[in-house]
């Protein structure tokens, strides 16, 4: 039997590196003439995913998965600066061509290089995968929709000469194919509204173009709309193969960490059901001390159970703030307000988001919309209220709130980011926002969530549109295999 070897090349955040992981699983679970070998890069900072990449070869007992990593290199870029990212892909590119090599150099006969799996942001690595002779796939960890935004706003640039960037500030409305409503330009990402961010973001986007398939974390009966129209964005063939989410993953983050969450849990367990608003911000996701105070404001007043992860502002500014815990939250909380909240709220650093989601004390949550906790609390069922802080989160709570309807909105184009930062919501409007997140149990939203949930369950199941879109992509991947 010929065994098919992929190479996996992910960004080390923590988000892209664990789906990728997840997806090697998926494709060597389904099909035993595939292997793959994951590619970790090492960004020149620590950025926390040191641990989990390090305990990646033991906890992921899959024979047919490996672990390469690569060397490190100093780039001597701002983190800050737009370029980093593309510096330091760029800077890569040597190590994965060495460590490929040595891996065609070493496989047995019946082993074979079938292709290349590339995080969405490293395309430019398509480059290496031709010189090997072999086809690259792409695999996207947002939605589909946020696939056809990237190939519609490339189009208007490149075809029809749009400054994208002069949609900042906007209040103009975008036809879009991939949404039946029209799509407001402030939900666009700051990445394409800045001047100095919006090249390497379109390269991208003109490159995936270029590949053999593109692989989304997403499923057919979420984006339904979505999906269709990617093959008129000009999308090479497109796989939805998820829900991908971690769920057992996040166990092993807690034991590398140290805490369990077992004290959340059993706080848990005392509640009523359907009674605890869960306010979460994924794992970048900080205030300053003003914003906090009118969180901290708005939760009290609401008179709503709470269950707050919140995080410590990292000291520097830049691109990848990497929060931390407080050691005691009391020093940015309103006076008294612990104490006060005692019996109907808990405030905590670092959360286990899906071992909390999946609690039926929960009632509503409040997120930040990162597509991973998007896919995550509609696998649970759990409504969510949207305030969104960076990348395309402002985007991923306008597809919620208005094309879905799966969402109610605090927020849809807050910012957070290094490039752009919109004034704090008042106390009022979080509070406004969280009754009537906690009002919506029985609601047409609230149903539909539920069906949701049903489906994105599944989906996965054999015969299903996930199932039969992975096996749609490991036929194609062994039928290109290049012959022996
Ligand atoms: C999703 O995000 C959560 C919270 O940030 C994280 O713990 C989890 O590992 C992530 N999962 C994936 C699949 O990236
Ligand atoms: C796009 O518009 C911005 C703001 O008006 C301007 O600074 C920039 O130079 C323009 N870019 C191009 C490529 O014309």
Redesign the pocket.
Known sequence: MTHAELVFVPIPA???L??MV?MAKLLVDRDPRLSVTVLIMKFPFDADVDSYTNSLATSVAAARIRFVHLPGENIGTEISSGRFLTDFIESNKPHVKRAVAKLVDSASSTQQLAGFVLDMVCTTMIDLADEFGVPSYVFF?SSAAFLGMMLHLQLLQDEHHVNITEFKDSASELDFPSFTNPLPAKVLPSVVLTKESIGPFMEQAKRMRATKGIIINTFDELEPQAVRSLAGLGAPAVYPVGP???LN??TK?KDIDGHRGDDIMEWLDKQPPSSVVFL?F??MGCFGEDQVKQMACALERSGHRFLWSLRRLPPSKGQLEIPSDYADPAEVLPEGFLHRTASVGKVIGWAP??AVLAHRAIGGFVSHC?W??TL?SLWFGVVVATWPLRGEQQFNAFELVVELGLATEIKMDYRRDFRMESGILTADEIEGGIRKLMEEAGSERWKKGKEVSEKSRKALTKGSSSYLSLGRLIDDILNNMPLI
Request: glycine share 18%.
């Open positions: 923590m988000g892209h664990i789906s997840e960890t991908i989410l971690s993953g996040e983050k979460c994924g794992s988001q899906a990162g991973n906790s995550e």
